[in-house]
Nanobody, 123 residues
């Protein structure tokens, strides 16, 4: 599976962004999908996950309530709507895929990574 993330940018605190992850190469609906992020000087961390059908989602507690992860299996695309952004949300955001049952929450279980898209939130 090839993953291409987009939609990042520079936004002021309190603003919103919608990230997209376009996929190709394999049957998208076979994969659980996840967004991770890596802030400067920090390890990559889990942000949000969605199961293969889109019927279930799971969020990191630090960002819960400000995020909506979704997928369109007909368009082979994953999304992340981020609202009320904070400067501490500044990071490179990566989409990831795994043919796993349930949620993909661990980097160790990732089978495919996208290249990431930079999100910068100014104060």
């Amino acid at each position: 599976v090839q993953l291409q993330a987009s939609g990042g940018g520079l936004v002021q605190a309190g603003g919103s962004l919608r990230l997209s992850c376009a996929t190709s190469g394999r049957t998208f609906s076979n994969y659980a999908m996840t967004w991770f992020r890596r802030a400067p000087g920090k390890a990559r961390e889990f942000v949000a996950a969605i199961n293969w059908s889109g019927s279930s989602t799971y969020y990191a507690s630090s960002m819960k309530g400000r995020l909506t992860i979704s997928r369109d299996n007909a368009k082979n695309t994953l999304y992340l709507q981020m609202n009320s952004l904070k400067p501490e949300d500044t990071a490179r955001y990566y989409c990831a895929a795994s043919a796993t049952v349930g949620f993909l929450t661990s980097t160790q279980r990732v089978e495919y990574w996208g290249q990431g898209t930079q999100v910068t939130v100014s104060s």
